[in-house]
């Protein structure tokens, strides 16, 4: 019976990471896991173009995750090179505080090497307090090179429940999750 808990444990906190090689290794889209610098920031900015295309916004939960999650605007029109601002609301719907951490997605694939976001909730763990709604920003560039048959970029966000963080959240102070008593 531990070594079925212990390949469950293993197999829930895996999701997410098989989530990130299924998307870049066999869909080919690319998952970003971090912010871009500054200075790639101000170098997308430089080739701003007169060029206009949508981005869409989705936005869900897992089953196991009891929040509502949605953008707060369905499309966007953007001009490549020009950082823009979106908002994402999260809620949390469940009984008790919950820890969820958001993977992103880009469609189609081909276009997730012109999009950068610097600033995103996806970046960190998010915690939501029962009943607790939030907005969640998204800041983002284009890139002024970005193929002339691409006419419109989907941003996807699925959250997942983060069980190891949400765990300790329920643990009482002073006490370790995952230990156990002495004999």
Not at 52 to 59: A, L, M, N, P
Request: overall charge positive; aromatic content about 10%.
């Amino acid at each position: 019976m531990v070594g079925v808990a212990l390949a469950a444990f293993a197999f829930t906190f895996s999701l997410v990471p098989m989530y990130r090689i299924a998307c870049e290794k066999v869909f080919g889209i690319r998952v970003e896991n971090s912010a871009i610098g500054s200075d790639r920031a101000v170098a997308l900015g430089a080739g701003k173009s007169d060029r206009v295309i949508t981005v869409q916004f989705d936005g869900g939960v897992n089953s196991k995750l009891p929040w509502s999650f949605r953008p707060e605007q369905a499309t966007m029109k953007v001009r490549p090179g020009q950082q823009y601002d979106t908002m994402f609301y999260a809620r949390n719907d469940g009984k008790r505080a919950i820890v969820g951490n958001a993977v992103p997605s880009i469609a189609p694939a081909r276009a997730s090497g012109y999009f950068s976001k610097t600033e995103c909730f996806c970046f960190t763990a998010q915690t939501l307090a029962a009943g607790e709604a939030r907005d969640m920003p998204v800041r983002f560039i284009v890139a002024p090179d970005l193929p002339e048959n691409i006419h419109t970029i989907t941003l996807s966000y699925t959250f997942f429940k983060n069980n190891e963080l949400t765990a300790q959240l329920e643990a009482p102070a002073g006490s370790s999750v995952g230990a156990r008593a002495a004999p």
